[in-house]
């Protein structure tokens, strides 16, 4: 029997309601209306994910995001701020996603169990220690909407970019390079490297990256894993899980009752097609809540 740590179940909720941010129409419609272009990603990837961190330059950003290429950083940021100041793309993220999930979800949003599942999610939000960890911190300074299903979307970001911020010195720990880290997942078959190219690397450099795991040992001439490198993979994964696992302990048993109410949420929205069914994440299906089949 395969036990998985609570903490990786609960991500696999938390992550596609945090998604809806960079794929609702409605948002771009307000990354629209703040000046940005919208037929393609990034720009306003950039601003809605960074803007917590204010004015940041691209160092700071491509330090805080880790797998992107500094150069395609460097294309976004600051450039994102010559458009939209953070302040302004911030007073603008609340109002896009109640309008992104009302889309999505409906009268639900407005329910109780959504309310009660947004209240568990504060208590485990503000359970996470942002030492460290400056997405999360970040986010955690924006305080609360007081709209439930904005709340419930605040603290699953706020939880998600902790996961994330724990991902990274997870990866300074066990010696992944951002494009090492790429490489790494595509190799163990999260998603074919095509998908993965969207980070900005070249060619040359994601070669460049197989060739220093194929020397470290962790990457067979042919770049599939081998088993020092499958290994060293899996540690990376169960460090990031045990980094993000003190906002579940806190929420204890709740936690269960928070799969019950928000899994189904985050079902719908993954059911939608909103979002990609190939990313970098290397993300199946999200969790099921106890008894749900």
């Given at each position: 029997?395969?036990?998985?740590?609570?903490?990786?179940?609960?991500?696999?909720?938390?992550?596609?309601?945090?998604?809806?941010?960079?794929?609702?129409?409605?948002?771009?419609?307000e990354a629209m209306q703040l000046g940005y272009p919208v037929d393609v990603r990034w720009p306003s990837y950039f601003a809605w994910r960074a803007a917590p961190l204010g004015a940041a330059g691209p160092a700071a950003v491509s330090s805080a995001f880790y797998s992107f290429s500094p150069r395609m950083v460097a294309e976004h940021v600051p450039a994102a701020w010559r458009v939209s100041a953070p302040a302004a793309v911030l007073e603008r993220r609340w109002p896009a996603i109640d309008r992104a999930l009302r889309a999505l979800l409906g009268d639900t949003v407005d329910?109780?169990?959504?309310?009660?599942?947004?209240?568990?999610?504060?208590?485990?939000?503000?359970?996470?220690?942002?030492?460290?960890?400056?997405?999360?911190?970040?986010?955690?300074?924006?305080?609360?909407?007081?709209?439930?299903?904005?709340?419930?979307?605040?603290?699953?970001?706020?939880?998600?970019?902790?996961?994330?911020?724990?991902?990274?010195?997870?990866?300074?720990?066990?010696?992944?390079?951002?494009?090492?880290?790429?490489?790494?997942?595509?190799?163990?078959?999260?998603?074919?490297?095509?998908?993965?190219?969207?980070?900005?690397?070249?060619?040359?450099?994601?070669?460049?990256?197989?060739?220093?795991?194929?020397?470290?040992?962790?990457?067979?001439?042919?770049?599939?894993?081998?088993?020092?490198?499958?290994?060293?993979?899996?540690?990376?994964?169960?460090?990031?899980?045990?980094?993000?696992?003190?906002?579940?302990?806190?929420?204890?048993?709740?936690?269960?009752?928070?799969?019950?109410?928000?899994?189904?949420?985050?079902?719908?929205?993954?059911?939608?097609?909103?979002?990609?069914?190939?990313?970098?994440?290397?993300?199946?299906?999200?969790?099921?809540?106890?008894?749900?089949?």
């Amino acid at each position: 029997m395969i036990v998985v740590n609570p903490a990786r179940q609960m991500w696999r909720i938390v992550e596609p309601l945090h998604a809806v941010l960079y794929y609702a129409p409605e948002v771009y419609d307000e990354a629209m209306q703040l000046g940005y272009p919208v037929d393609v990603r990034w720009p306003s990837y950039f601003a809605w994910r960074a803007a917590p961190l204010g004015a940041a330059g691209p160092a700071a950003v491509s330090s805080a995001f880790y797998s992107f290429s500094p150069r395609m950083v460097a294309e976004h940021v600051p450039a994102a701020w010559r458009v939209s100041a953070p302040a302004a793309v911030l007073e603008r993220r609340w109002p896009a996603i109640d309008r992104a999930l009302r889309a999505l979800l409906g009268d639900t949003v407005d329910g109780p169990e959504v309310a009660e599942a947004a209240a568990l999610a504060r208590r485990a939000a503000e359970a996470a220690d942002t030492t460290g960890r400056p997405l999360a911190a970040a986010n955690r300074d924006l305080g609360w909407s007081g709209a439930p299903h904005v709340d419930l979307w605040q603290a699953a970001t706020l939880l998600r970019e902790h996961r994330g911020d724990g991902h990274i010195a997870a990866a300074l720990t066990a010696g992944f390079g951002p494009c090492e880290l790429l490489v790494s997942f595509a190799a163990a078959g999260a998603a074919p490297a095509e998908v993965f190219a969207s980070r900005g690397w070249t060619t040359e450099e994601w070669t460049a990256a197989q060739d220093s795991l194929t020397v470290r040992g962790w990457l067979h001439p042919d770049g599939t894993p081998t088993e020092a490198g499958a290994a060293a993979r899996a540690d990376l994964e169960s460090r990031t899980d045990t980094l993000a696992a003190a906002p579940w302990r806190e929420l204890g048993p709740a936690t269960g009752r928070f799969a019950q109410l928000t899994g189904p949420l985050a079902a719908r929205i993954a059911a939608s097609g909103l979002l990609p069914k190939q990313s970098t994440l290397g993300m199946g299906a999200p969790a099921r809540a106890p008894g749900q089949q």
